[in-house]
T-cell receptor, first 110, second 111 residues
């Protein structure tokens, strides 16, 4: 079945850039998503990219998609302490359900 | 914006109780989902529904059932709660082309 893999933990200093990586296996994925979960809360959709795109930028967020390698990344510029959270990568193909990675915990230190 | 509301943030129930977790969305979406989230295991799909009175099993349906009598409401039922069902439960509604919108979650503790 489909699988989505992420590293479990990333630690950066405030003001640095953060890059969270994700790999997926389903070559028919149509959309790929990044969600953010703050402690004790539900998941919040951060951004998404359609599979025929290579890059999408939204303010401090840059999503890069390498469809050949099935690799997705989320770059957060000028990372702030408020960006500390768990980030989930997810993919979907057609009308099937979202498949999530296990999440990357981002810790931003002052 | 789509709003997905879960009726309780925290619940404590006893082993063997029947537990209802309620989820309501306000945008007439057809697709709704229930996940549970556990440390180290990520999000696991329990059940989902493509329309009223329709339900499909996810990856871990055992010990759960669901009800979708109205389009806006999707209920998760624990027929006889057990301690291994202590978890964070997340409901979501699908926004076509925009992924899922999640509720705030219900943290259920079964004692």
């Amino acid at each position: 079945g489909e699988d989505v893999e992420q590293s479990l933990f990333l630690s950066v200093r405030e003001g640095d850039s953060s890059v969270i990586n994700c790999t997926y296996t389903d070559s028919s994925s149509t959309y790929l998503y990044w969600y953010k979960q703050e402690p004790g809360a539900g998941l919040q959709l951060l951004t998404y990219i359609f599979s025929n795109m290579d890059m999408k930028q939204d303010q401090r967020l840059t999503v890069l998609l390498n469809k050949k390698d099935k690799h997705l990344s989320l770059r957060i510029a000028d990372t702030q302490t408020g960006d500390s959270a768990i980030y989930f990568c997810a993919e979907i193909s057609g009308y099937s359900t979202l498949t999530f990675g296990k999440g990357t915990m981002l810790l931003v230190s002052p | 914006d789509v709003k997905v509301t879960q009726s309780s943030r925290y619940l404590v129930k006893r082993t063997g109780e029947k537990v209802f977790l309620e989820c309501v969305q306000d945008m007439d979406h057809e697709n709704m989902f229930w996940y549970r989230q556990d440390p180290g295991l990520g999000l696991r799909l329990i059940y989902f529904s493509y329309d009223v009175k329709m339900k499909e099993k996810g990856d871990i349906p055992e010990g759960y059932s669901v009800s979708r009598e109205k389009k806006e409401r999707f209920s998760l039922i624990l027929e006889s709660a057990s301690t291994n069902q202590t978890s964070m439960y997340l409901c979501a509604s699908r926004v076509p082309g925009l992924g899922y919108t999640f509720g705030s979650g219900t943290r259920l503790t079964v004692v």
